[in-house]
């Protein structure tokens, strides 16, 4: 089977721009989950879907969204970036959410 | 709130020798999964072995063995015969199994391994 794979692998993007991730599970897996890497702060948990519903949501501010279509692949976006945001953003795919999780290779930001 | 605690940043060992990485744990729930997941240079986070609370018996995988420790919330990872391609950032991960904790990794600090030659 194929892995997880997300789009695009680097970014580069100013102050106030919006961004958007995207994210394709592992063939047969429905429930994706994002997080953010940094320096600082680590690994961090953003959300988690399943089915096309947002089920479990880490605590980050509402300029951080998601969203899930019904072929399980998952986007999630990034409105007026600021430089803190620059991160890794790794998405994980799981057959239902509540057991092992497999990583995508992550996407880059640097916001400028 | 859970909290994953790694307590050496930086470790270090030469090749064909034994290191163990430690990881403790802080939770109310007794239903929960352990994980290690290793991220080389390339940044790809790759599951190094699972651990499922319920079981009583450590979890292995080829070179790689856990000390699982429910009582005293510890789970180490010990890797044996040491290869360079072991070089990488460790993390300890928590995930509790039921709720509505879906799809939530909590993570520890992460140790970096450094395998001389």
């Known amino acids: 089977k194929a892995g997880v794979t997300q789009t695009p692998r680097y970014l580069i993007k100013t102050r106030g721009q919006q961004v958007t991730l995207s994210c394709s599970p592992i063939?047969?897996?429905?429930?994706v989950s994002w997080y953010q890497q940094t320096p600082g702060q680590g690994l961090q948990f953003l959300f988690e879907?399943?089915?096309?519903?947002?089920?479990n949501k880490g605590n980050f501010p509402g300029r951080f969204s998601g969203r899930q279509f019904s072929n399980s692949r998952s986007e999630m976006n990034v409105s007026t970036l600021e430089l803190g945001d620059s991160a890794l953003y790794l998405c994980a795919s799981s057959p239902l959410g509540g057991e092992t999780q497999y990583f995508g290779p992550g996407t880059r930001l640097l916001v400028l | 709130a859970q909290t994953v605690t790694q307590s050496q940043p930086e470790m270090s060992v030469q090749e064909a020798e034994t290191v163990t990485l430690s990881c403790t744990y802080d939770?109310?729930?007794?239903?929960?999964?352990l994980f290690w997941y290793k991220q080389p240079p390339s940044r790809q986070m790759i599951l190094v072995i699972r651990q499922e609370a319920y079981k009583q018996q450590n979890a292995t995988e080829n070179r790689f063995s856990v000390n699982f420790q429910k009582a005293a919330k510890s789970f180490s990872l010990k890797i044996s015969d040491s290869q360079l391609g072991d070089a990488a950032m460790y993390f300890c991960a928590y995930m509790y199994a039921g709720g509505t904790s879906y799809g939530k990794l909590t993570f520890g600090q992460g140790t970096i391994l450094t395998v001389h030659p």
């Open positions: 063939s047969g897996h429905r429930s």
């Open positions: 879907y399943f089915s096309e519903t947002q089920r």
């Open positions: 939770t109310s729930e007794s239903d929960y999964y």
